[in-house]
T-cell receptor
Framework: TQLLEQSPQFLSIQEGENLTVYCNSS?????LQWYRQEPGEGPVLLVT?????EVKKLKRLTFQFGDARKDSSLHITAAQPGDTGLYLC????????????FGAGTTVTVRA | KAGVTQTPRYLIKTRGQQVTLSCSPI?????VSWYQQTPGQGLQFLFE???????NKGNFPGRFSGRQFSNSRSEMNVSTLELGDSALYLC????????????FGPGTRLTVL
């Protein structure tokens, strides 16, 4: 059983459309990270959110951390084929717990 | 700065053999974590080392072991390989002193026949 549940599992959209990926848990996390992984490569860190209610923007990507620090969302505006990949959320525990718990991931395909 | 490097990138072994994977972290990073990634289970935490000491361990059998050297480079060993050990093994490094941000290497693709 995954500590972090991601939805949807798969998402296929046309270039220019918007999309949202969700990451939910019953546990509280001290921080939450989003990564993107492309085939044959390791995950690449996109953003870290640490404060409940925090919103971070990275160009066309908007990340939000829930008020209770149990959930997060990733919204992509005007998706492009280069956004295609596996999006993973990962929760960090207390400051002395250096283990990350990953969600199963959302596979996003943006069609040209 | 150079990123995290892992060697080898691909490996084919047969059941019962053992394997050693290597990871060189980003310069200055003292923490190295190892993860197993499979289509069915996703990313599963194996263990984390900091300054040559194992600080965290996941729920994997004792066949999976690791170590870290004084230069922060790390190795992971899997003994008595099983078919189910086929996976992408990812190494991640971080400064290790605060926060949980990790920087991943490209992984080693292990196939057990």
């Amino acid at each position: 059983t995954q500590l972090l549940e991601q939805s949807p599992q798969f998402l296929s959209i046309q270039e220019g459309e918007n999309l949202t990926v969700y990451c939910n848990s019953s546990s509280v996390f001290s921080s939450l990270q989003w990564y993107r992984q492309e085939p044959g490569e390791g995950p690449v860190l996109l953003v870290t959110v640490v404060t409940g209610g925090e919103v971070k923007k990275l160009k066309r990507l908007t990340f939000q951390f829930g008020d209770a620090r149990k959930d997060s969302s990733l919204h992509i505006t005007a998706a492009q084929p280069g956004d295609t990949g596996l999006y993973l959320c990962a929760g960090g525990g207390a400051s002395n717990d250096y283990k990350l718990s990953f969600g199963a991931g959302t596979t996003v395909t943006v069609r040209a | 700065k150079a990123g995290v490097t892992q060697t080898p990138r691909y490996l084919i072994k047969t059941r019962g053999q053992q394997v050693t994977l290597s990871c060189s972290p980003i310069s200055g990073h003292r923490s190295v974590s190892w993860y197993q990634q499979t289509p069915g289970q996703g990313l599963q935490f194996l263990f984390e080392y900091f300054s040559e000491t194992q600080r965290n361990k996941g729920n994997f059998p004792g066949r999976f072991s690791g170590r870290q050297f004084s230069n922060s480079r790390s190795e992971m060993n899997v003994s008595t390989l099983e078919l189910g050990d086929s996976a992408l093994y990812l190494c991640a490094s971080s400064p290790g002193t605060s926060g949980n941000e990790q920087f991943f290497g490209p992984g080693t693709r292990l196939t057990v026949l």
